[in-house]
């Protein structure tokens, strides 16, 4: 859902909607006000020269509300923001997108810290899977897992490279045992099959390629098993 402020139309003459608060010479929102929009949206806080700006509290019809920080109308510093499904984000804004730090808990009780930017999932980020346990820490690019990272389940670990949110290239399962098994994870192609209009069709799946297994060894992320730093091919780690 779209979680930017929905009184776009609402003019420095309050022309439109309700407006109780102070102003400035000028006849400007400025200061501390409460605006009752058109559309039943609501926004208590601070105004300067006709603008959102500052702290306040703006609460949407539709159950959704954001409180925190503005600047000139957007949300701006730091702020909470409550979905209608349940979710919840909090952290760093910057022009009304989720950018900086912040911490996303989804509907299903999923969490995930780190980086954002536009919006996106991108820096340095945990994912934690409320259901399983499991979590993933490492690289994230607009959103999906890229580069290095760690998936740890609850009695083993994946560690190696990531593209397009799945594992690709060199690796390693790190069992609590005390062992661990190298390997490689290629894109393989299932038995082509005939499509709805006639035409031949596959897809392409993740196969697991394991070379051995040793005692724990240290990591180094972005490099494989035998020290060379490894790089997926361009049109496997680039996002649709």
């Not at 949407?60 to 730091?78: D, I, P, S």
């Not at 909470?80 to 989720?98: A, H, I, N, Q």
């Not at 490689?184 to 299932?190: G, I, P, V």
Request: proline share 4%; glycine share 14%.
């Amino acid at each position: 859902m779209s979680d930017i402020g929905s009184d776009d139309f609402d003019d420095e003459q309050n022309k439109l909607g309700e407006y109780e608060g102070d102003r400035n010479e000028a006849g400007e929102r400025h200061g501390d006000g409460k605006a009752v929009l058109p559309n039943g949206d609501v926004y208590q806080g601070q105004y300067k020269s006709g603008q959102r700006h500052g702290e306040g509290t703006y609460r949407f019809k539709n159950g959704a509300r954001y409180v925190g920080g503005y600047y000139q109308n957007m949300k701006h510093g730091e702020g909470t923001f409550y979905y209608p499904d349940g979710s919840k984000y909090e952290g760093s804004w910057v022009e009304d997108l989720r950018h900086g730090h912040g911490i996303y808990t989804y509907p299903n009780k999923d969490t995930y810290d780190g980086e954002w930017m536009h919006h996106m999932r991108h820096g340095q980020g945990v994912y934690h899977h409320h259901e399983t346990g499991s979590k993933y820490t490492g690289s994230w690019v607009n959103g999906k897992m890229e580069s290095s990272g760690e998936y740890i389940h609850s009695n083993h670990r994946y560690k190696g490279n990531f593209a397009n949110s799945s594992p690709w290239g060199p690796g390693r399962y790190v069992f609590d045992i005390g062992c661990e098994q190298h390997g490689e994870y290629h894109q393989t192609e299932q038995d082509r099959a005939e499509g709805a209009f006639g035409e031949l069709a596959s897809t392409a799946v993740l196969t697991w390629v394991p070379k051995c297994i040793t005692s724990l060894t240290p990591w180094t992320p972005d490099r494989d098993s035998a020290g060379e730093k490894y790089t997926p091919p361009a049109e496997e780690s680039t996002e649709s």
